[in-house]
C-alpha cells in the first residue's frame, strides 16, 4: 500500500472524524429532531447577510457609480434584515474619494439606526502598482484613514498607509458649526494660504448649511425609517489634488426645490438658464442659479433673501480657475469647471450646457444616491 | 469710536440662523450690530473683518442685509461699508453693499 503524505493522512483522519460524529448524531436524534435542527440552521444563516463590495468604489464612471450604488441598496437591505452583515472587500481594488465619504456615511447612518447590528468585513486585497511592482493596499489605507473599521467596530490589524491618503480626513455633524469644517481644512498642510482655506471655507460652511436647512424635510425614502440629520464632510490632500466633500444623506436637491421655491420662480430659472426638463441634474443646475435669479428679482418682487448658497459653490470655480465643482444629488450630477480647467470628458451620458464653452455639464444615472454630495476639486498647483 | 472686530464674535462665522448652526449673521446682527447702532453714531462704528476662518455669503446677507429688514433705513446701512475693514478679502465690503442694496430694493417693494 501507498504510503500516505502527511497533509493526506491528515485530511483522512478529518474525514473519518466528521463520518463519526455524523454517526453519533444520527443516532442520537430521531428524523424530526434533525428536520427540526435543519430548520434552525437556516434560519440562523439568514440572519448572517454577504455582499460584495465592487471592485471599483467608484461614482465618478457611469458603469461603477450603477455597480456601487445598487452595493450600497444591497448592504443596507443586508444590514436592516440580519443581525450580522459581513462585506466582502475581496475585489475592491480602487477607491475615490466621494465614494468612500458615501460609504463611510452609510455606515455611520446604519449602525446609528441598529446599534445592535453586526458588520464585519474582509480586508482589500494589496495590488502591485508603479515601476518597481510594489504592493499597495490603497482600499483598506483609505477606509482606515476615514474610520470605516473603527464604524464598525473593526480592529485593522494591517497598518499599511498609503501615503496619498496621509491627509485624508473625515468627520460629522448635525449643525452647520463652521468650527468643524475649519478644523478639517486645519489639517491641510502648510503651503496652502490663507486666502484659499477662507474661499474652501466659505463653499463648505455654506453646502453645511444647505445640508441642516434643507435635507432633511421628512425621512429619507429607504426603508430604514430613522431621521439622521447629518452631515459629512471629507478633506483629502495629495501630490496633485486637494478635495473638498460635503455628503448629506437627505431627500436630495432635486425633491426639495421645487418645494422651497414657487412654480413661477423656478420656471424664470428654466427660462433664463435654458432649462428644459426635470430630470434630477437639470434641477440641481437650477439650484445653483437661485442666488443671481432672486438678485435679479429683488427689484420688482419681495423674496426672501434665501438661496445665496448655490452662488458659493460656483465661485470656487472662479476662485480656482482649473478647479472642477461636482454637485451629485438622487440621480443626477452637475459638473462647472473653472475657465482654465480642461473640459471633462465626453461620455454618451453626459450633455454640456449651450452656451457655456463645455465649463458646464450634466449627467443623469440610473440608480440614486439618495442624497447629496457636494464636491470641490482643485489642483495643487492652483492653490 | 466703536471697533468691531468680527474675529472677537466668533473665529467660525457660521450659516444664516442660529436654529441652523452657531455663531450666525442671525446671531451677530442682534447680539453685535444692532445694540452697536443703538450706542454710538454710525459714523464712529468700525467693524473688522479680518482674521476668521471665512464667511458665507448667507452670514453676510442677513448680519447685513438684515438690518434693512429689522428696519433700519438704507442709508444708514450703507454708511457701515464706509467703516469696513477687510484687507484679507477687500470683494467682501462691495458684497456687503449689494446685500444692503438688494435688502433695501426688496423693502421698497413690500
Known amino acids: ?383 | 469710536m466703536k471697533y468691531i472686530n468680527v474675529i472677537d464674535f466668533s473665529e467660525f462665522p457660521g450659516p444664516r440662523y442660529e436654529r441652523i448652526g452657531p455663531n450666525s449673521g442671525e446671531k451677530f446682527r442682534e447680539t453685535i450690530l444692532l445694540p452697536a447702532l443703538r450706542t454710538a453714531p454710525i459714523e464712529e462704528i468700525t467693524i473688522n473683518l479680518d482674521g476668521t476662518a471665512g464667511y458665507g455669503s448667507s452670514f453676510l446677507e442677513e448680519a447685513f442685509g438684515g438690518l434693512i429688514r429689522r428696519g433700519i433705513d438704507h442709508d444708514t446701512a450703507l454708511k457701515i461699508c464706509n467703516n469696513l475693514i477687510s484687507k484679507e478679502d477687500d470683494s467682501l465690503i462691495e458684497e456687503i453693499r449689494i446685500y444692503i442694496n438688494e435688502a433695501a430694493e426688496s423693502a421698497k417693494n413690500v
Open chain 1, 1 to 383: 500500500m501507498k504510503k500516505l503524505s502527511r497533509d493526506k493522512l491528515l485530511q483522512a483522519l478529518t474525514i473519518g472524524k466528521k463520518r463519526a460524529r455524523r454517526e453519533t448524531f444520527r443516532k442520537h436524534t430521531t428524523p424530526s429532531e434533525r428536520a427540526k435542527l435543519a430548520r434552525r440552521k437556516i434560519r440562523n444563516k439568514s440572519r448572517h447577510g454577504n455582499v460584495d463590495a465592487p471592485a471599483k468604489l467608484d461614482i465618478y464612471s457611469a458603469k461603477n457609480h450603477a455597480i456601487f450604488v445598487s452595493f450600497l441598496d444591497n448592504y443596507r437591505r443586508t444590514v436592516k434584515n440580519n443581525k450580522k452583515t459581513f462585506i466582502s472587500f475581496r475585489n475592491s481594488t480602487r477607491i475615490t474619494a466621494a465614494a468612500a465619504l458615501l460609504l463611510v456615511a452609510e455606515t455611520d447612518r446604519l449602525v446609528t439606526a441598529y446599534p445592535n447590528a453586526v458588520i464585519r468585513c474582509s480586508f482589500p486585497p494589496a495590488t502591485t502598482e508603479g515601476k518597481y511592482r510594489n504592493y499597495q493596499n490603497i482600499v483598506e489605507s483609505v477606509l482606515n484613514q476615514i474610520g470605516f473599521f473603527k464604524l464598525i467596530d473593526q480592529e485593522c490589524v494591517s497598518h499599511t498607509k498609503h501615503h496619498s491618503v496621509e491627509i485624508w480626513r473625515q468627520l460629522s455633524g448635525s449643525t452647520a458649526d463652521g468650527s468643524l469644517a475649519a478644523s478639517l481644512l486645519d489639517s491641510l498642510p502648510e503651503e496652502i494660504t490663507k486666502a484659499s482655506r477662507q474661499k474652501l471655507y466659505r463653499g463648505a460652511i455654506e453646502a453645511i448649511a444647505n445640508s441642516v436647512e434643507h435635507a432633511y424635510p421628512s425621512p429619507r425614502n429607504d426603508g430604514i425609517g430613522t431621521m439622521d440629520s447629518r452631515w459629512w464632510m471629507l478633506v483629502g490632500y495629495d501630490a496633485t489634488y486637494l478635495t473638498v466633500i460635503i455628503c448629506d444623506l437627505g431627500v436630495g436637491i432635486p425633491s426639495t426645490l421645487p418645494k422651497k421655491h414657487p412654480e413661477s420662480f423656478l420656471s424664470l430659472i428654466r427660462t433664463r438658464f435654458s432649462i428644459f426638463d426635470n430630470s434630477d441634474a437639470e434641477l440641481i443646475r437650477a439650484s445653483t442659479h437661485v442666488k443671481e435669479t432672486r438678485s435679479h428679482l429683488s427689484t420688482s418682487t419681495k423674496l426672501p433673501n434665501r438661496g445665496k448658497g448655490g452662488a458659493d459653490f460656483r465661485n470656487i470655480a472662479k476662485a480656482f480657475p482649473t478647479a472642477t465643482l461636482i454637485v451629485r444629488s438622487n440621480k443626477g450630477a452637475f459638473f462647472l469647471t473653472g475657465e482654465a480647467a480642461k473640459p471633462l470628458k465626453k461620455s454618451s451620458s453626459r450633455r454640456y450646457v449651450d452656451g457655456t464653452n463645455r465649463t458646464e455639464s450634466t449627467l443623469n444615472h440610473s440608480n440614486s444616491i439618495r442624497g447629496t454630495l457636494t464636491e470641490w476639486i482643485v489642483p495643487v498647483q492652483d492653490i
